[in-house]
């Protein structure tokens, strides 16, 4: 599901931010500056949603962004999340897949004790350049 939700930044004396929405009640999270805040604000709010789809719990209605007050040291901005994009990206369950080698190949690597589920995960890792 697609959800946009306003997220309150608060200036932090040391030059970050905290951030809450106030719409979620699951806690908050903070940022080290407006870009990794922008980022965790965006985790922050995909996982709670993520625990409140799950939990089988009413997801509550977005506030109004124009509605909500607040003070000279925080701003308010919308954050936009995909609960099932994040499922995805972030699922370790394992897929079964059929690949197609040649018997000879297949042969060698079998004698070798090799692992081709191992293999071919790190070749993928490879060449997506997706660090471990």
């Known amino acids: 599901m697609k959800y946009v939700y306003p997220a309150i930044f608060r200036s932090e004396p040391d030059g970050g931010f905290s951030i809450f929405f106030p719409d979620i009640q699951r806690g908050a999270t903070q940022g080290d500056d407006i870009i990794d805040g922008m980022y965790m604000a965006k985790d922050f709010l995909c996982l709670a949603l993520c625990d409140i789809e799950e939990d089988g719990e009413v997801i509550p209605p977005p506030s109004d ?68």
């Open 65 to 132: 962004i124009r509605m909500l007050n607040t003070q000279p040291e925080e701003f308010a901005t919308l954050i936009l999340v995909d609960t099932n994009e994040y499922r995805r990206y972030h699922e370790n369950k394992m897929v079964k897949k059929t690949v197609t080698i040649p018997a000879w190949l297949n042969a060698r690597a079998e004698e070798a004790g090799l692992d081709f589920s191992q293999i071919l995960q790190e070749a993928l890792r490879k060449e997506l350049q997706i660090a471990e």
